[in-house]
Structure formats: structure tokens, C-alpha cells
Antibody, heavy 119, light 110 residues
Framework: EVHLVESGGALVQPGGSLRLSCVASGFTFGTYWMTWVRQAPGKGLEWVANIKSDGSEKYYVDSVKGRFTISRDNTKNSLYLQMNSLRAEDTAAYHC????????????WGQGTLVAVSS | QSVLTQPPSVSGTPGLRVTISCSGSSSNIGDFYVNWYQQLPGTAPKLLIYGTNQRPSGVPDRFAGSKSGTSASLAISGLRSEDEADYYCAAWDDSLYGIIFGGGTKLTVL
């Protein structure tokens, strides 16, 4: 059974940084694309970034380019999202998901970790 | 405002059929497959349809996806009270060079 567990969410001040992690199990992590999707409180889903199985390709939504970095460590079955220069509008639950290609918004999702940006 | 346009809400009577539309353009739905998700309150989204019209194992055949041109649809037949949830469509957009979601549709079972 596919299992994805996110962690690292916290309350942070505007301009601060945070690193989210997602630990995967139940599948061969290093053979799948992975993606991050966020959902602001009471709002819809927004794709944030995704990364190819070997880390050689990465894509980001325009609003986070230059501030967020997606990465992975296949030896640890882990996906990461380094978030810098955080803004109030980044406040959301962040979900990681397993994907099959660059166009896939995600088949299996974690429960999410909450990031709150506020002074 | 989402690039993929969904009706904010739809409703239906138990046992009957409803459809949720997802309108896009040639840079997204017109050229790429569509995924559909169901999100129950307080839970993570669950994949209902992938590859425009494929159901993951465990998803009942009451749920069906289709596409025509630059629009996609999710049909739910034999409506049940437990289908009451938010539904989202998603697709790659080759102009934005990223994945886009529809704004979501709240389904109410009357």
C-alpha cells in the first residue's frame, strides 16, 4: 500500500524559511515523479512543483519560482520542498503525491502538513 | 480565477445522474489528459479518474470521465449521499508549463 507522510509544517513569519519533507513507502520511490500540491484554508487545490524520478527535471508554478526548491533523496525515499521568502499567501496545507509523468497531478496523496505564514 | 473553469456547485437527487464540467483550452485539456479528484471534508483529495477516462482500482464504475475538444466532464450515476463532496479537475497546461486545477465544484445530494 502506498503511504506518504508529510512533515515540517509550522507557523513562520513573513520572509522566513521552511523545509517540508515527505517520506514515501509501499512503492519503488526512485521510479516515480513526485509532486507538491497546496490548499489554502477554504480554497481550492493549487499545484506547486514536481520533480522527475531521477531529479533531472523540475517544474514550478510561477508564484513560487525563485523562492521554492523541490528536491528528492531516492536513497531515503524522501521528497523535499525548501520554501524561502515566505508570504502570507503561501499559507496552506501542503500535500505530496506520487505521479506517473510530468503532466500527472498525482495518483496517491499524503494527508498534508500545514504551513502558516503570519507575523 | 482558474484556467480550468468548473461550476461552483451542482446538486442531484439520490439515484440519479449528475455531470460536472471542466472547461479549458487547446493548451491544456485540448492536448493533455485530465484527472479528477474527490475531496471529502477534512480529508486529502482522492483520485477518481486519471488519463481522462480511466478509473483507479477501487473506484466504482458509477464515476466516468470523458473529454470533447477543450472540455472535460465527470459523470456520477446512481447518486449516493456519500458522494457529497468537492470535485476538482486537473491538467497540464503547455502555455503555463505547469499543472492547473479547476476551481472545484461542490456536489450536494438533495
Amino acid at each position: 500500500e502506498v503511504h506518504l507522510v508529510e512533515s515540517g509544517g509550522a507557523l513562520v513569519q513573513p520572509g522566513g524559511s521552511l523545509r517540508l519533507s515527505c517520506v514515501a513507502s509501499g512503492f519503488t520511490f526512485g521510479t516515480y515523479w513526485m509532486t507538491w500540491v497546496r490548499q489554502a484554508p477554504g480554497k481550492g487545490l493549487e499545484w506547486v512543483a514536481n520533480i522527475k524520478s531521477d531529479g533531472s527535471e523540475k517544474y514550478y508554478v510561477d508564484s513560487v519560482k525563485g523562492r521554492f526548491t523541490i528536491s528528492r533523496d531516492n536513497t531515503k525515499n524522501s521528497l523535499y520542498l525548501q520554501m524561502n521568502s515566505l508570504r502570507a499567501e503561501d499559507t496552506a496545507a501542503y500535500h505530496c503525491a506520487r505521479a506517473y509523468d510530468y503532466a500527472d497531478s498525482g495518483h496517491d496523496w499524503g494527508q498534508g502538513t500545514l504551513v502558516a505564514v503570519s507575523s | 480565477q482558474s484556467v480550468l473553469t468548473q461550476p461552483p456547485s451542482v446538486s442531484g437527487t439520490p439515484g440519479l445522474r449528475v455531470t460536472i464540467s471542466c472547461s479549458g483550452s487547446s493548451s491544456n485539456i485540448g492536448d493533455f489528459y485530465v484527472n479528477w479528484y474527490q475531496q471529502l471534508p477534512g480529508t486529502a483529495p482522492k483520485l477518481l479518474i486519471y488519463g481522462t477516462n480511466q478509473r483507479p482500482s477501487g473506484v466504482p464504475d458509477r464515476f466516468a470521465g470523458s473529454k470533447s475538444g477543450t472540455s472535460a466532464s465527470l459523470a456520477i450515476s446512481g447518486l449516493r449521499s456519500e458522494d457529497e463532496a468537492d470535485y476538482y479537475c486537473a491538467a497540464w497546461d503547455d502555455s503555463l508549463y505547469g499543472i492547473i486545477f479547476g476551481g472545484g465544484t461542490k456536489l450536494t445530494v438533495l
